[in-house]
């Protein structure tokens, strides 16, 4: 059973910075693709960041330039440094994991709150 547990959610003010983890555990196909997306009241998912086990990246436009994807495949873990937040960046981020040629997997989600 794959798991996924994220951390690293909170409050901060505009201009501030945020760092989320998550960490798989269960049976896991070593090439997958990790990431980041993020669900605001009233709005649909969309995608924050995904990143390769082999390292390749792509972000969200609203994102670019202000986040960073990385990730440390001998922990099944991805992480999101946040930085230059801003108010309209306050939704619920999830873990998103898709092993190759496996069903895809989601964290129950964190809140990141951003205050002006």
């Known amino acids: 059973q794959v798991q996924l547990v994220e951390s690293g959610g909170g409050l901060v003010q505009a201009g501030g910075s945020l760092r989320l983890s998550c960490v798989a555990t269960g049976s896991i196909f070593s090439s997958n693709n990790m990431g980041w997306y993020r669900q605001a009241p009233g709005m649909q998912r969309e995608l924050v960041a995904l990143?390769?086990?082999?390292?390749?990246?792509i972000y969200g436009d609203s994102v670019k330039g202000r986040f960073t994807i990385s990730r440390a495949n001998a922990k099944n873990t991805v992480y999101l440094q946040m930085n230059s937040l801003k108010p309209e960046d306050t939704a619920v981020y999830y873990c998103?994991?898709?092993?190759?040629?496996?069903?895809?997997?989601w964290g129950q989600g964190t809140q990141v709150t951003v205050s002006s």
């Open positions: 990143i390769t086990s082999g390292g390749s990246a």
């Open positions: 998103y994991l898709k092993p190759y040629r496996q069903d895809d997997y």
